[in-house]
């Protein structure tokens, strides 16, 4: 595998992984909401994994448009 190769597979798992944080800290927001609790700084967080998994989306795609011959 090249260096170019691994790189894409590293974005792809950052990107699986970011996806799985978000839908569990999406859960967990329901789970806090429906124990009449507050949920503020879940959703806080939310937004930051929701922001970080854009980074990691964007770093994808541009891997994939380079990997094509295009510039992202």
């Known amino acids: 595998?090249?260096?170019?190769?691994?790189?894409?597979?590293?974005?792809?798992?950052?990107?699986?992984?970011?996806?799985e944080l978000v839908e569990r800290q999406r859960q967990?927001?329901?789970?806090?909401?429906a124990q009449g609790?507050?949920?503020?700084?879940?959703?806080?967080?939310?937004?930051?994994?929701?922001?970080?998994l854009a980074i990691f989306e964007d770093d994808l795609a541009a891997l994939f448009l380079?990997?094509?011959g295009q510039e992202p």
């Open 37 to 52: 609790r507050q949920s503020a700084e879940a959703e806080h967080l939310l937004t930051l994994f929701e922001q970080t």
């Open 1 to 19: 595998m090249s260096d170019f190769q691994s790189r894409i597979a590293l974005a792809e798992k950052h990107v699986a992984k970011g996806r």
């Open 28 to 33: 967990q927001i329901r789970r806090i909401g």
């Open 66 to 68: 380079r990997s094509q």
